[in-house]
């Protein structure tokens, strides 16, 4: 696969990943398509099992979520703002520490943001958790897999 295919496919992947942070956009299934498209291209060993684990993976995100609470931006009180750029430093946050830092970027962002725009730390930490409650753990496992996913992709790329 060229350069610029390979190009392509990482933008169409962090459209996926910006998709499941906005609402309507459906993010996962943008992430698969992307890594679909890369394995049969590539028509490796790798690209296939990488394919089959994130299908895995993105489907039990699915089932996951369906179970979970379902999303109200609005009963979390929090700017659209604030939640798009939690839901950015989590993605940041997942390649700089990887795994965990997804959680730890998304959540402290969003205390961070509250923070200014709340002023006091018990303020803050109330809508947090109010916010994360409202929607943050049904983001937090799509935005996980579709990270997996991504950094399967990501290392299989680099490996190849």
Request: aromatic share 10%.
């Amino acid at each position: 696969m060229g350069g610029w295919q390979l190009l392509t496919v990482g933008l169409v992947l962090l459209l996926g990943l910006l998709g499941v942070l906005a609402p309507g956009v459906p993010g996962p299934p943008i992430v698969w398509a992307g890594v679909l498209w890369w394995a049969m291209a590539e028509r490796s060993t790798l690209a296939w099992c990488v394919l089959i684990g994130t299908s895995a993976v993105l489907l039990l995100a699915q089932v996951l979520a369906w179970l979970l609470p379902p999303r109200d931006p609005r009963a979390a009180g929090a700017p659209y703002r604030t939640l798009y750029v939690s839901g950015a430093a989590g993605i940041i946050g997942f390649f700089v520490v990887p795994v965990v830092g997804a959680a730890l970027g998304s959540v402290g962002a969003l205390y961070l943001m509250e923070r200014a725009r709340l002023g006091s730390h018990g303020d803050a930490w109330a809508a947090t958790r109010t916010a994360m409650r409202a929607i943050g753990f049904a983001v937090l496992v799509e935005l996980y897999a579709c990270l997996l996913a991504v950094g399967a992709w990501t290392g299989a790329v680099i490996a190849g």
